[in-house]
Structures are given as structure tokens and as C-alpha cells.
Nanobody, 124 residues
């Protein structure tokens, strides 16, 4: 299984970025998918997650209304659209996958598969 994250970069506060995570070795249509992030000196935290069916999503309070997670089953990928970015969104972002997650557990951090991370820097 490989999860290849991309789309990070440097952006000014208020700007937007779209992160992509291309999956191989598993079908995103059958897996819960999530984005986590880890800022310098801080613990990794969940940002957003979506159940295998796409029917339920979870967002951290800090990104609600600004970030959107979506899956594209045909392309076998998951995306994170990030709008109204703030300097505190600066972090390395990781995509993750797990099988069997339901709406109540999709936010739990112990995902089975992880990508390599893509760095997002938001300047003030």
C-alpha cells in the first residue's frame, strides 16, 4: 500500500491550497481516509476524515468551515481543499487510510496506512 501526498507549498494568509493523496494497493472506495498534520514542536493531530462510503465526515474545530475533504473513487484519491489559510495551519500534512471505520471512529488516530507527508507553510 502506498499513499502519495502532494500539493503542499508556500501560501499567504487568506490563500488556498488543494492537497491530493493518490492511493495504490487499496481502494479508497472501501477505506476511511483522513488528513492529519504535525506542526513543528507539536503532536500530530487529525484535520479531517471521511468514512469509506463518503457519507460522514469529521473536521477538527480549528478547520471547520475552511477545509473540505473529498474522495474520488475513480481516481483512487482523496483531497483536502484548504481555504482561508492561517499561519497556524503551517504543518506537514499526512494522508492516512484505514478499513472498517465508522462515523464514530473515523477521527481516532490509529490509522493503518500513512503517506509520506507534504509541507504547507502559510505566511502572515
Amino acid at each position: 500500500v502506498q499513499l502519495q501526498a502532494s500539493g503542499g507549498g508556500l501560501v499567504q494568509a487568506g490563500g488556498s491550497l488543494r492537497l491530493s493523496c493518490a492511493a495504490s494497493g487499496l481502494s479508497v472506495a472501501r477505506y476511511a481516509m483522513a488528513w492529519f498534520r504535525q506542526a513543528p514542536g507539536k503532536e500530530r493531530e487529525i484535520v479531517a476524515a471521511v468514512t469509506w462510503s463518503g457519507g460522514s465526515t469529521y473536521y477538527a474545530d480549528s478547520v471547520k468551515g475552511r477545509f473540505t475533504i473529498s474522495k474520488h473513487n475513480t481516481k483512487n484519491a482523496v483531497y483536502l481543499q484548504m481555504n482561508s489559510l492561517k499561519p497556524e495551519d503551517t504543518a506537514v500534512y499526512y494522508c492516512a487510510a484505514d478499513y472498517g471505520r465508522i462515523a464514530s471512529t473515523v477521527k481516532d488516530p490509529d490509522y493503518d496506512y500513512w503517506g509520506q507527508g507534504t509541507e504547507v507553510t502559510v505566511s502572515s
